[in-house]
């Protein structure tokens, strides 16, 4: 059996839009037949890139997170369509039927990643289609994959445990984007943006230094989750938590007062300039 | 139903082009056989580094087929409607005229009658032209092929260029430490070796090689990169923006106000110098005048100590970080990245951009620039590369149809005069005008000091200018000042030759359509320049020769330039003069003849293939930039153009004393008296920055820096895909405009809301763009980036109108970065912005 997948490393990827405009050039304008209809020239991103800035000045993270279809197991759009107008290959690829998917719009609604298009001109909806015509001609890995210059994107084969995207998600640490939806998506990701506190630290009689050194401790309900401390500049950061969560930070160092701060991450939180003074 | 795959290649990277039944369908990478790769291998501590099995286009390029098929395509010869050659020319309505179609055997008429009417009635300089920076790939067709051979032939008034990515190195780092025939560049080998086995930390100082890549290399460094972050590399960004490089990096991100980070290389110096942590032995033996420089920093000349203080009042970095940064970089083995091709950075484009540029040298002088882990990089170009096969770079004379041995016959253009195209408008306007500099001085250190006047002694004004593109609006200094140009009878004939309307199209008199690299043969290596920059095809990965094929007919009306050179020169009677007797493809085959590859593959094999790939020998031997002189040896780089290597005088730089001069020699000679670019660099307060009067009126910098999403004015504008690319161009009440970043705290204070319609202006111009307000951008400084293809008046022809295609060069000043040193400074921009209610 083959099941084809995508492993997507977003810390990879530099936002140079290679996979969607590689995808544009082989769908604008371009029938497939059986496949897929052609793609308009504009609205449409088969394969999109969310940009995610995170924190403030100056310290951001900013992220690209590529967005293909997800190549669900359990597919809403094939449950939404009628007539089989959406179907999964025996390699896993979810196909929207270009004829038979006239109009039902309800396919392009049931997606809750909102990666199926609605095209009124042709009355159709549409997707990524992993570049199933060219796979069935030969390729070896969609446009998007051919054209990205970081291997940000891996496809393959995950029931083949000696492909190598299947020695890489045995390796790395890959998650679905929303689980919650619990839709067993064949497209995982590694990275993916989530809640930061940074800060940077100023020691009050020592003004014209950075601060190194200083103990950063992160709890979460009372627990030390994480421990760091200021790097050569005086900054800190905790990143990879979790969204609208109760945190307490303390930041000391000996001989200085220690100093406690209490944090929600209801969005990316960045305490700015923390002043120690000394404890005399 | 046909299909058929062709090879081709663009500025940004090599390709296969599927066409289907007559019409292109298609536009990927190279489609490159696997056993064709012969990866190199850099081997790192117990790390392992090989080329990848891929080529890495730049994203635009994937747009291709749609800017081929462009509505914004020149699809026939026009004439613009209230010009006659005969009788009314009309010129004060250029830029707001209509056009009628006209036939090409009546296009050629026209010019070639005006060419033969404007030499015979006012001598042979009265005709100039002059092309745009960067045109469609291939040696054949290039600008410097066609072109240079037609109008050397004819004769005419030949146009300088500026240096323009290069200013402040040009101008400046060439008499600190020599680099002149690579424009004040530093050479690239073996850099990326380098880096992977010795750096510790790269200091990126106005560099955003993520975006400016290696110019023409694609994305092939993004995976450079990312190996140096993986490994653990530190990363410093200096820069306004927390730039796309920053972004994938990450690092610590300094924002000092522009046109002071001069003064901030100043302060690193002076903590070196008191802290004792600079390189004293290689200051030593590998430089001069270090002692004037000392008591420079220190204050001991001029009162002033250039202490972290200093520099943090006037830059706002504050006094820790200067510290810190400066002990950092002492203590580790760290590159200074100054731009893409190790300088280039839009700081050298500034007031006074000669003293950083000179800085990011002695800076690195001091770490003893050299020593493992050690040099100028912009993590673009220095890849290993067989440099052993030799094959023209489109710059190189022997590669292009004006100049090189392949041809049986070169013309000379005879007309000693010459204009310089950053006051060529001024030229025309108000003459006489005068600079300094042969314009790219890259064969000699003291072509810069060479003097010019237009009109020259026993020559006369240009009446004709025939442009081929059309970039310059969106690309030059204060360019409201070629609408008044184009618009002024001074000139009394105005040609524009391009394959799509762009900026300067609608000023012409008559438009003739040229076609793309796509629809016509030709020959040329990715990246590879040559010239001025050798082997910058080391910024790929894997090298590639391609065969770039006629993949369909020239569409509508369009010509190749060498085919409209050719039917004009027909007209002037002087076909054989001008083609040498050669096709495009016979051209092609010529200079395939001459290079070294025949001897690895046979033209057949070549023509039948369509590619031909270096292959890196299996003992190839990494020799470092700039090793052998840190090691006192000679140099034993393949940097062909070197005028001392392979010489008695091996082991030197291309400086006047073969060392790295923090006083110039060359200044000291030619310019001692110059307080604008000193023999000794200085800080300098720029003539157009935050300290200026100008600022109470204009409190805001411009950041335009080279764009991400486009190349040049290629792509923008006809590929209607990058639209839709946030970064590129935001569309708003169905109109693209260009992006304007603006912090959250300027936006506030003048109730700008994101996606706001908005106004940046000055005394110079006025440009429209929407807001896009982000954390990205530090407060005082606006960022939006130059080389908008699209020039959109709202009132055509008028040269103070708004525009709103983007052109944000409207904005920016003509005086040069120096009184001596002519480079254009387009990043010392004062302006205003404010909400646009129509």
């Known amino acids: ?280 | 139903m046909t299909e058929k795959d062709f090879t081709s290649c663009t500025n940004c990277g090599p390709v296969t082009v599927t066409v289907k039944d007559g019409k292109v369908v298609r536009v990927r990478p190279l489609a490159v056989a696997e056993e064709d790769y012969s990866p190199w291998t850099i081997k790192a501590g117990e790390n392992s580094y090989s080329a990848p099995k891929k080529i890495a286009l730049s994203p635009f390029v994937h747009g291709e087929r749609q800017r081929l098929y462009s509505e914004e395509r020149i699809k026939y010869p026009m004439k613009r409607v209230d010009f006659d050659p005969k009788g009314e020319r009309n010129p004060q309505n250029r830029g707001k005229s209509g056009y009628e179609r006209i036939s090409w055997e009546e296009a050629l008429d026209i010019v070639s009658g005006e060419i033969t009417r404007i030499q015979d009635k006012y001598g042979q300089e009265a005709v100039t032209g002059m092309t745009s920076s960067h045109h469609n790939w291939g040696n054949v067709g290039y600008k410097m092929g066609p072109f240079s051979r037609f109008f050397n032939m004819i004769g005419y008034t030949q146009v300088l260029d500026n240096p323009d990515s290069w200013e402040g190195w040009h101008w400046g780092a060439t008499h600190t430490y020599g680099f002149f025939w690579r424009l004040g560049m530093p050479e690239p080998y073996d850099t990326l070796t380098d880096a992977l086995q010795n750096t510790e930390m790269i200091v990126f100082w106005s560099n955003d090689p993520d975006s400016t890549r290696g110019t023409y290399t694609g994305q092939e460094s993004s995976i450079w990169r990312y190996w140096l972050k993986q490994k653990g590399v530190e990363m410093v960004f200096i820069d306004p923006f927390f730039n796309y490089t920053a972004a994938a990096m990450g690092g610590k991100w300094i924002t000092p106000t522009m046109g002071t980070d001069t003064a901030l290389a100043m302060a690193i110096a002076y903590v070196w110098i008191t802290e004792d942590t600079y390189d004293k032995s290689y200051i030593e033996t590998n430089t001069i005048g270090f002692e004037p420089f000392k008591k420079y920093v220190l204050g001991e000349d001029d009162g002033q100590p250039k202490t972290p203080e200093w520099a943090s009042a006037e830059s706002t970095v504050p006094v820790k970080v200067i510290k810190t940064l400066a002990r950092q970089w002492a203590s580790k083995r760290t590159i200074l990245s100054g731009g893409s091709r190790g300088g280039e950075g839009g700081a050298c484009r500034t007031a006074f951009g000669t003293e950083w540029a000179r800085m990011m040298v002695l800076l690195q002088a001091m770490q003893g620039l050299g020593k493992p882990g050690v040099s100028i990089w912009g993590t673009t170009m220095g890849a290993p590369s067989n440099t052993d096969i030799w094959f023209p770079g489109y710059a190189d004379l022997d590669g292009r149809m004006a100049t090189t041995k392949a041809a049986d016959h070169l013309p000379q253009n005879p007309v000693k005069q010459r204009l310089y195209r950053l006051t060529l408008p001024d030229a025309v306007l108000d003459p006489p005008v005068s600079w300094y500099g042969e314009g790219f001085c890259g064969n000699a250190l003291e072509q810069q000091y060479t003097h010019f006047t237009y009109p020259m002694e026993g020559y006369g004004e240009v009446k004709m200018f025939y442009r081929y593109g059309g970039s310059f609006l969106g690309t030059m200094v204060d360019t409201n000042k070629w609408v008044r140009m184009y618009t002024s009878d001074k000139l009394e004939f105005v040609v524009n030759q391009d394959c799509w309307y762009q900026g300067e199209t609608r000023f012409a008199d008559i438009i003739l359509p040229a076609c793309t690299q796509l629809e016509r043969d030709d020959i040329g290596e990715w990246g590879a320049a040559g010239g001025y920059t050798v082997h910058a095809s080391s910024g790929c990965s894997n090298r590639v020769l391609i065969r770039q094929k006629k993949c369909i007919e020239p569409l509508w009306d369009s010509k190749s330039d060498y085919g409209i050179f050719t039917l004009l020169a027909e007209k002037l009677g002087r076909k054989e003069e001008y083609t040498d007797g050669k096709s495009e493809l016979d051209w092609a085959r010529a200079f395939f003849d001459i290079s070294d590859v025949p001897k690895y593959m046979s033209w057949e094999e070549f023509e039948e293939k369509g590619y031909f790939m270096f292959p890196i020998p299996d003992d190839y031997k990494p020799t470092p930039s700039l090793r052998w002189f840190y090691e006192q040896r000679e140099c034993d780089t393949p940097d062909l153009n070197n005028p001392k290597r392979l010489t008695e005088k091996g082991k030197e730089l291309g400086t006047l004393s073969g060392k790295i001069e923090f006083v110039s020699q060359s200044l000291t000679e030619n310019f001692p008296d110059d307080d604008e670019r000193p023999p000794m660099p200085r800080y300098i307060v720029s003539w157009e920055g935050h300290r200026s009067e100008l600022a109470e009126k204009y409190p805001l910098q411009l950041l335009s820096p080279h764009p991400r999403f486009s190349f040049h004015t290629h792509y923008d504008k006809h590929t209607a895909w990058l639209n839709e690319i946030p970064g590129h161009r935001i569309i708003k009440d169905g109109y693209a405009y260009w992006p304007v970043r603006i912090s959250p705290a300027d936006a506030t204070a003048r109730g700008i809301q994101n996606g706001d319609l908005v106004r940046m202006h000055n005394d110079r111009g006025q440009v429209l763009g929407v807001a896009k307000i982000t954390e990205r951008i530090r407060q005082g400084i606006i960022h939006s980036y130059v080389s908008s293809a699209k020039y959109d008046p709202l009132e055509p022809g008028k040269s103070n109108s708004v525009d709103r295609g983007g052109c944000v060069s409207l904005l920016t000043p003509s005086r040069m970065v120096s009184k001596n040193a002519p480079g254009m400074a387009p990043l010392s921009c004062l302006i205003e912005i404010s909400k646009w209610e129509g």
């Not at chain 1, 279809?69 to 939404?80: D, G």
């Not at chain 1, 390796?171 to 497209?187: C, D, I, M, Q, T």
């Not at chain 1, 014209?208 to 800190?236: H, P, R, W």
Request: net charge negative.
């Open chain 1, 1 to 280: 059996m083959t099941t084809y997948g995508m492993l997507i490393d977003v810390d990879r990827c530099t936002g140079c839009y290679n996979c969607l405009l590689s995808c544009k050039d082989e769908f604008c304008g371009n029938d497939y037949e059986n496949y897929s209809a052609a793609q308009p020239e504009f609205g449409q991103f088969w394969m999109n890139i969310k940009e995610v800035e995170r924190g403030t000045y100056p310290k951001l993270k900013v992220d690209y997170i590529p967005i293909p279809c997800m190549q669900c197991q359990n597919a809403p759009c094939i449950k939404a369509a009628v007539n089989g107008a959406v179907y999964k290959r025996d390699d896993g690829i979810v196909m929207i039927d270009p004829i038979k998917a006239k109009g039902q719009r309800e396919i392009a609604m049931a997606c809750p990643y909102r990666v199926i298009y609605w095209n009124a001109e042709l009355d159709v909806p549409q997707k990524c289609t992993f570049c199933a015509h060219g796979l069935d001609s030969g390729w070896k890995a969609p446009r998007c994959v051919e054209a990205c210059p970081t291997d940000a994107i891996v496809f393959g084969d995950l029931d083949d445990s000696g492909s190598a995207i299947s020695k890489l998600k045995a390796a790395g640490n890959y998650k679905r984007l929303h689980p919650e939806f619990a839709l067993n998506s064949n497209v995982l990701y590694k990275d993916l943006p989530k809640r930061l506190i940074a800060g940077e630290v100023v020691l009050s009689d020592k003004k014209d230094e950075c601060a190194q050194d200083v103990n950063i401790t992160l709890k979460q309900d009372g627990n030390v989750i994480s421990t760091t401390m200021t790097n050569v500049y005086g900054d800190f950061e905790f990143d990879g938590l979790d969204q609208d969560a109760a945190y307490a930070v303390t930041i000391e160092m000996d001989g200085y007062v220690a100093v406690h701060e209490t944090i929600r991450t209801k969005i990316d939180v960045n305490l700015g300039e923390i002043e120690l003074a000394p404890d005399n």
